[in-house]
């Protein structure tokens, strides 16, 4: 019975590689976001999908790249991963703006460490 | 820009004490405020705050917005080693984006 799932749960992976994360939640929620978690725990949003279509992105790198191939589901695949891309990202769902949307229901995080 | 800003950034507290946390907040087009509670994994959702002066509470946690001052509280009564964690305030803005504070860190010892 869970809310929001992601896989993987950790990835170790070199500089320079092409890595995805997924995510999907079966709350029937419309909106799905991306978040960053530092290792200062400073968690800032990234993008934002409102029934697939991005609502929300957050002056992130062209390296990183949203798909939502449908209302349940949105991935997340960054290019060339660089140092800088190490941290613990987390998904996110909720109602869409104006219908409750607020509330925010986070997946338990992907931490990626880029070697 | 939106900014939230949370107080004290770090907690140390026994075992029976009360804390409050605190939260001010600049956000645009201000829609709410919420408490979010994260222990190793995923933030999980406390509060949602949108009216002033009108305290929400669960069991020993409890909050009140002051929508005048930009400030939110988060209360925690006779603390257990169980409430330690980063608790996160977030401003929630017209666009339904969601800003968050860096958390304040409390740690209860027995």
């Known amino acids: 019975d869970t809310a929001v799932s992601q896989t993987p749960k950790y990835l170790v992976t070199q500089m320079g590689n092409d890595k995805s994360i997924k995510c999907e939640q079966n709350l029937g929620h419309d909106t799905m976001y991306w978040y960053k978690q530092d290792s200062k725990k400073f968690l800032k949003i990234m993008f934002s999908y409102n029934n697939k279509e991005l609502i929300i992105n957050e002056t992130v790198p062209n390296r990183f790249s949203p798909k939502s191939p449908d209302k349940a589901h949105l991935n997340l695949h960054i290019n060339s991963l660089e140092l800088g891309d190490s941290a613990v990202y987390f998904c996110a769902s909720s109602y869409p703006p104006g219908q409750g949307g607020d509330t925010q229901y986070f997946g338990p995080g992907t931490r990626l460490t880029v070697l | 820009e939106d900014k939230v800003v949370q107080s004290p950034l770090s907690l140390v507290v026994h075992e029976g004490d009360t804390v409050t946390l605190n939260c001010s907040y600049e956000v645009t087009n201000f829609r709410s405020l919420l408490w979010y509670k994260q222990e190793k994994k995923a933030p999980t959702f406390l509060f949602m705050l949108?009216?002033?002066?009108i305290e929400k509470k669960s069991g020993r946690l409890s909050s009140i917005l002051d929508k005048k001052e930009l400030f939110s509280i988060l209360n925690i009564t006779a603390t257990q080693t169980g409430d330690s964690a980063v608790y996160l305030c977030a401003g929630v803005t017209g666009s339904e984006k969601l800003v968050f504070g860096k958390g304040t860190k409390l740690t209860v010892n027995p």
């Open positions: 949108t009216s002033s002066g």
